[in-house]
């Protein structure tokens, strides 16, 4: 599985850096003449921090399902492989038996 640093960078990579939850519930703004509304902008930073957790908990669960699914099909490969291999010389040493 491909570690992530502290700041969001993913090691080895070279893809940009992703935002964390906490960094979204802590981003602060600069006042403007006019302003926004704080508790609104909490309130968004809050909704998007979860759904960052959550898109960052689905990764996790696809980066081992994904790591599994490799698995499987090299196993299933290297067992293919040796099957045939069998075959083949099976094959092989019944043509030159009758030959």
């Given at each position: 599985?491909?570690?992530?640093?502290?700041?969001?960078?993913?090691?080895?990579?070279?893809?940009?850096?992703?935002?964390?939850?906490?960094?979204?519930?802590?981003?602060?703004?600069?006042?403007?003449r006019r302003g926004v509304d704080g508790?609104?902008?909490?309130?968004l930073q809050a909704?998007?921090?979860?759904?960052?957790?959550?898109?960052?908990?689905?990764?996790?669960?696809?980066?081992?399902?994904?790591?599994?699914?490799?698995?499987?099909?090299?196993?299933?490969?290297?067992?293919?492989?040796?099957?045939?291999?069998?075959?083949?010389?099976?094959?092989?040493?019944?043509?030159?038996?009758?030959?």
């Open positions: 599985m491909t570690g992530v640093c502290r700041s969001g960078q993913l090691y080895g990579t070279g893809l940009p850096a992703r935002m964390t939850p906490p960094e979204a519930r802590t981003r602060a703004f600069d006042p403007r508790d609104q902008v909490r309130a909704e998007a921090a979860d759904e960052l957790t959550d898109l960052h908990r689905q990764i996790r669960r696809l980066t081992v399902q994904n790591e599994r699914l490799k698995r499987a099909v090299r196993d299933w490969q290297a067992m293919h492989a040796r099957r045939c291999r069998r075959r083949a010389t099976v094959a092989g040493s019944g043509a030159s038996a009758t030959g």
